[in-house]
């Protein structure tokens, strides 16, 4: 197994293609999540989000810089792609590409996002039923 | 499990040792690729030569130069391995001791033979043992 060294700098900014060569955007994070296993425990990356403004999502780093960025993005069309680890090619780390389509992680977090909202919709309701149950409780008695 | 922004959360951010003192900033963080593997995050560098090497080359060699010609010694680069790293929140806290690290060979030059010579200067050490 080949292991090579490379600087995050090196990485962050980069721009990022996928199979077709079109460009997807510029790295702007990447998330590591520890990984346990018998030798001991790793931080590894899981995650690197590619989007269009390149090092603004680094910058906007504060809870209410990032939703302030979100909302001016969604007004001026950025688009942000959480690229898992398995999806990108660092073979050539001056050119990282992906493995995939674009179009394929479009749908992926289409997927997800829809996901998230039938789970914050089905949470909603069932705060609404509680809240209900726990209204009628004082009127019975 | 909360996942690590290493952009955001590690890189720059301020180091501190086992003993809670400041032992400089993660100028750069260093991935470990592997084949078929997740990289890995195998290392924290802290060095003004690795800040250096960010800017750029030119200035890694200005600074060689400046200190050359001011006759200061060269700013080490510590390799702190990740698995050292014991927190990250606002600070991240490394278990090493802050004296040990190349990076800190500057301020310890500074210390020794510019700041301790300033009358009424004490260093931490004198503090502790209520040295007067």
């Avoid at chain 2, 200035?59 to 050359?68: H, M, T």
């Amino acid at each position: 197994m080949s292991a090579t060294e490379l600087r995050l700098s090196d990485l962050t900014g980069r721009v990022v293609r996928d199979v077709d060569g079109r460009k997807v955007g510029r790295i702007e994070e990447l998330f590591a999540e520890l990984e346990q296993h018998e030798d001991g425990n790793d931080y590894v990356v899981t995650e690197f989000h590619v989007g269009s403004f390149g090092a603004l999502e680094t910058v906007g780093g504060g809870e209410l810089l990032r939703h302030l960025l979100a909302r001016v993005g969604r007004l001026v069309g950025y688009k942000t792609y959480r690229v898992p680890w398995d999806a990108m090619d660092l073979s050539d780390p001056k050119r990282p590409t992906l493995t995939v389509r674009r179009e394929e992680l479009e749908e992926d977090q289409d997927r997800e996002r829809e996901q998230a909202e039938q789970a914050r919709a089905e949470a909603k309701r069932q705060h609404e039923q509680q809240k209900q149950a726990n209204d009628q409780e004082p009127q019975r008695r | 499990m909360h996942a690590v922004r290493l952009a955001y959360e590690v890189l720059d951010a301020q180091l501190i040792d086992e003993r809670e003192d400041k032992c400089g900033r993660a100028d750069e963080v260093l991935l470990e690729v592997r084949d078929g593997e997740p990289p890995r995050v195998a290392a924290i560098l802290a060095g003004g030569p690795a800040r250096a090497e960010r800017v750029g080359r030119w200035l890694a060699w200005l600074g060689r130069v400046l200190r050359k010609i001011g006759r200061v010694p060269d700013g080490g680069v510590s390799r702190i391995p990740f698995d050292k790293v014991q927190m990250i929140a606002e600070v991240v806290q490394v278990e090493v001791k802050a004296d040990e690290l190349e990076a800190m060979r500057t301020e310890r030059w500074l210390r020794e033979k510019v700041i301790c010579r300033i009358p009424g200067a004490e260093t931490k050490q004198d503090k502790k043992v209520g040295v007067p």
